[in-house]
């Protein structure tokens, strides 16, 4: 007889906003004539204390820089082992946020930072604030802070940074300084994202793919700029909710046949980990009873063809219509591998 292992506990790690306010910290310190604090520790949001070992740090006339590499646990977080790093030096009327090497700026409205700004999220400024503060001892709360992520502009290519008019580099984010293994919060979090800066924008219509190839299907078919389009992944639920309460005209809603056989059936996480297609229902579906035996949906669209392609369509249309409850309209369509249209619902 044998014991199941226990499943191993999952490492968190820490945002680029906390980095940024513990290398901030330090750097202040320096500056101020405290000398670098290494380790820097910061108060989070909630109350939670870490400690952050500086990796590099160098001072000048009237500045001081202190750089952290990001340690974002066991999270596949793209910009796990980036060097963040905060240059602090006096300013004028409190604090002036810049934006330093590797960090975008603002181009387009509906985010939290007004355009033209440094795209240094709210939260992470406060937490700048909080930090300096520890550090002042008297002194005037006046400085300039270039937050910089060494080849942060490369690394934002693999964000959403470009679709939401962020030029030039990464966005400075977190909410609670800490990053939880696998939570898709910050994915989920750029999917609203996308919605409020389309919505500023004017847009009427946005497409919310599961994948390139469906998305790519779909901006063909109307012409859509890549900025109208959300992706969307496996989080339909995340999408359609926030759609609800913040509505465009049109929806477009695009993926292949088994993601949106999952739609149809009502699961609004698409991920294999936490739904799976029911065949019984989708034969019951397409009328046909063999496809209750199928190993996949793509094994039951051989069988079946385009009648069950429209089925699922039809019947992912009305679980969506559930959820935004009439704020929007929606459209499906169904794609194969190839990208070609198997079905669409129209609006």
Known sequence: MTTREKPKELRRGWTTGACAAAAAKSACSALLGGGFLDPSKIVLPRGEAPQFAISHRESGEGWAKACIIKDAGDDPDVTHGALICAKVSHGQNGLRFLAGEGVGTV?????????????????????????IADVLDGHSPDFDIEISVKDGEALAAKTWNPRLGIVGGLSILGTTGIVRPFSCSAWIA?????????????RDHLIAATGATSE???????GLPEGDCLDMGDFAGGTLKYLRRHPVARLTIAGGIGKMSKLAQGAMDLHSARSQVDFVALAEMAGMDKIAKANTALEALGMAGAPLAEAVASRAKVQAEKVVRGAVAI?????DRAGAVLAQTGF
């Open 107 to 131: 181009t387009k409205p509906g985010l939290p930072i007004a355009v033209g700004e440094p795209a240094i999220n709210p939260v992470p400024r406060l937490m700048i604030d909080a930090a």
């Open 190 to 202: 750029s999917i609203h994202r996308g919605v409020d800066v389309a919505r500023a924008l004017g």
């Open 216 to 222: 790519a299907t779909a901006r063909s078919l109307y």
């Open 331 to 335: 459209e499906v369509i169904v794609v």
